[in-house]
């Protein structure tokens, strides 16, 4: 069971996801002002935030962005545009997955559960290793913790997910659709965005002085380098 904070303004489609998130054996709960998505996000502390980007009396991403500051729960957004811009910069502002309206009830489910297993510690992953030292880089998979230069580095569950499988075999070739079971489970079916959008957020905190930790091996997936190299 996960504690889900719903941000939604539509009454039916909030009675939609609390009625679903109940049956699953989940705990829902709701906000349908930004105001309240604070207040709730701070005092309840869910494990899931499933945001409607569509609010009437705030910018979906700009909540997004501060929900991202005083919770770490995992942020689905939930968007009816069309536009790819609000997808691609929610992810940027750390959300963790989308899904577009009208969504089915199965597919909402498979989303909730695949950033649920992440933030609990799944895939297949060995923790017991205490550093990967990759040039400058430094992983520390048993804790969560990554360093650059010594200086430590603010990552994402998404983000380090995909860097804790990048580096289980450095200078390996790793497909995308296996990086993305890896990451987010077989049940995956967002498409390319997401892991595109992770991978750019996740060069830009572990690059440093030039160096290049991640390649992309292109029509492949990404390769991690033993130690970065400079482009």
Not at 81 to 98: F, I, S, W
Request: proline content about 4%; aromatic content about 2%; overall charge negative.
């Amino acid at each position: 069971m996960a504690a889900v904070l719903i941000v939604e303004d539509a009454p039916d489609a909030l009675e939609l996801a609390t009625a679903l998130l109940r049956q699953a054996g989940h705990e829902p709960s709701a906000a349908t002002t930004a105001a309240a998505a604070r207040d709730a996000a701070r005092a309840r502390r869910p494990d899931v935030i499933l945001l409607d980007l569509g609010l009437p009396d705030a910018d979906g991403t700009d909540l997004c962005r501060e929900l991202r500051v005083i919770s770490d729960a995992a942020i689905i957004m939930l968007t009816s545009r069309d536009d790819e811009v609000d997808v691609v910069l929610g992810l940027k502002l750390g959300a963790d997955d989308y899904v577009t309206k009208p969504y089915s009830p199965r597919e909402l489910l498979a989303r909730i559960e695949a950033v649920l297993r992440r933030s609990r510690g799944g895939g297949n992953v060995d923790r017991t290793e205490d550093e990967r030292r990759l040039g400058d880089l430094a992983v520390h998979p048993g804790n969560h913790e990554v360093t650059v230069d010594g200086d430590p580095v603010e990552l994402t569950r998404i983000e380090f997910a995909l860097l804790d499988a990048l580096t289980e075999q450095p200078g390996r070739v790793i497909g995308r659709e296996v990086l993305q079971s890896k990451v987010w489970g077989d049940d995956w079916t967002s498409g390319d965005h997401a892991l595109d959008v992770h991978i750019a957020n996740l060069r830009r905190k572990i690059d440093h002085n030039g160096v290049a930790h991640i390649r992309t091996v292109r029509g492949v997936g990404y390769r991690m380098e033993d130690a970065g190299t400079r482009p």
